[in-house]
């Protein structure tokens, strides 16, 4: 690809943020739906963003008991998906909309705080934002469009 003052442009992967329910699915099911995001941030097609309180959420929802997950295959996991992201510092003071669900706080205020070109999720208390919020929220499969189209 050439820039306009004609040198090489450099194609950039999209920082973006997964909301904990697109995460374990993409972890925890390999031939779900969701499997591509775990290929695109491991064949670095996209950069995953972290912060302490959604690598938090994370863990919490690993250890829930329907999942059945001993500790080292929650480190397992962890270790597959952690090394590939940026960690970002959020500001506490950071602002954000109210959304109803306390737990999807974390995730509008990682995009906010690390400027993302996406917050990718399932979630209907996050996507009704989607219209409003300074950063694009996507369906998981209206990313995986994007993706496509770069």
Same mark, same amino acid.
């Given at each position: 690809m050439?820039? !306009?003052?004609?040198t090489?442009?450099?194609m950039t992967r999209? %920082?973006?943020?997964?909301?904990?329910?697109?995460l374990?699915?993409a $972890?925890? #099911?390999?031939?779900?739906?969701m499997s591509w995001l775990r $290929?695109?941030?491991?064949?670095e097609?996209?950069?995953p963003?972290?912060s @302490?309180?959604?690598?938090?959420e $994370?863990? @919490?929802v690993l250890?829930y &008991?329907?999942? @059945?997950l001993?500790a080292? !295959?929650r480190?397992? $996991?962890?270790?597959?998906?952690l &090394?590939w992201?940026?960690?970002v510092?959020? &500001?506490?003071?950071i602002a954000?909309?109210d959304? @109803?669900?306390? #737990?999807?706080r &974390? #995730?509008?205020?990682l995009?906010?705080?690390? %400027?993302a070109?996406?917050?990718?999720?399932?979630?209907?208390d996050l996507?009704v #934002?989607a219209g409003?919020f300074?950063?694009p929220?996507?369906a998981p499969?209206?990313f995986?469009?994007e993706?496509?189209?770069r």
């Open positions: 050439v820039a !306009e003052d004609g090489q442009a450099r999209p %920082r973006v943020v997964l909301d904990t329910n697109v374990v699915s $972890l925890l #099911f390999h031939s779900g739906s $290929l695109a941030w491991q064949s097609t996209i950069r963003l972290a @302490r309180d959604t690598a938090a $994370l863990i @919490r250890s &008991p329907k999942f @059945r001993a080292e !295959e480190e397992d $996991l962890l270790g597959d998906y &090394p992201c940026e960690t510092a959020v &500001p506490d003071a954000i909309p959304c @109803r669900d306390p #737990f999807d &974390p #995730f509008l205020a995009a906010r705080a690390a %400027r070109d996406a917050l990718v999720s399932g979630d209907a996507l #934002f409003s300074d950063v929220i996507l499969a209206a995986k469009e993706l496509a189209g």
